[in-house]
């Protein structure tokens, strides 16, 4: 069997800014289709199946756009040396762990198999499911409305187009959250558990590091601190309609985003990555 | 309790679904599905059948809203137009203007 070596990136402040959303939605997307063929009616199966398509499409896109961001760095730092092109592929199937620079949250486990007909003590509940699309749907929303003035023409025309997709995962899952928040008393209750699971994992969204400020500096984006009003508003909304009580803020900050992750993310690279390092360059 | 009122209890209410395909053309009945309400349904709606850029617009309507006729009457409403032909603007030379009414 070939071992295929993994790609090993120097992670400059501009590549790292677009890895944090690129693979936040690559990861996010990958956990959502674990529903497929198990969501609690058809429709809603269909719903989350298509947003985690345009989130791997958005994930596609900024990986592809990191590549050719990692290619050129790479041929201007070793002059007179070949250096392959890097595609999204190989920044999807290829990166170890430690560089996946996704949100702790959004690789946290949604769904247990078999779990779904009853709530186990953590995870697996649908109200996780819909409570997560909805706080990184609120965050991608206001990501993306900052970044279509980015200086990247590149960057802004994702940003434009995923603007519009965000919307709507943020108005299906908001739904959600208020049916089931103001609903009966058990869902309420279960809604509220799950509130409480995600929260301590959102202050990782609004940190703040040099990635975020090389980039306010370079007018690549926005700082993730200057994304929490619009957050902040959009979620006390939408809690408020849903009857919920957001949870105290904690002292624990996750670092999914500077690459520390929990031990789940090992989980779900070892079965996203398991074809193309098995058979490299393997295709349909 | 009876069969339908057993799945009353446990299934969301149906919807047919109209999607206009382009601005212009009418809404055209596109299939049914099951939402907790309307709101739910346009959701849905856009989920199960605009996924692939078929629509501009949607309606949905309750199924139990819609009052059909009666398949029993079919002969007596619909079979009498058979020998109508006259009935059909057939007879009409159009001017080569109109030619796609």
Known sequence: MNAVASVDLQLTPTLSYLLRPADTALIHAQRLTEWCGHGPVLEEDIALSNMALDLLGQARALLAHAATVATVAGQAGQAGQACAGLDEDQLAFLRDEGQFLNFTLAELPLRKPGAHSSAPASGGDFADTVLRNFLLATWFKALWTRAVQSTDSELAGIAAKALKEARYHQQHAGDWVVRLGDGTAESARRMQAALQRAWPYTTELFAHDAVDEAAVASGLGPARRDLQADWQRDVDNTLAAAQLQAPAATPFISTGSTGLHSEHLGHVLAEMQFLQRRFPGGRW | ?101
């Open chain 2, 1 to 101: 309790m009876s069969g339908a009122d057993a799945a009353q209890a446990t299934e969301w209410p149906l919807f047919e679904v109209f999607v206009r395909p382009k601005a212009g053309l009418e809404h055209k009945h596109c299939g049914s599905l099951h939402a907790a309400d309307a709101a739910m349904a346009v959701q849905l709606a856009r989920e199960v059948y605009t996924r692939r850029q078929e629509g501009v617009s949607l309606w949905v309507v309750k199924s139990s809203d819609v009052t059909a006729s009666d398949p029993g009457d079919r002969d007596m409403y619909f079979d009498p137009m058979a020998d109508k032909v006259y009935r059909h603007p057939s007879f009409y030379v159009l001017p080569q203007a109109v030619d796609h009414l």
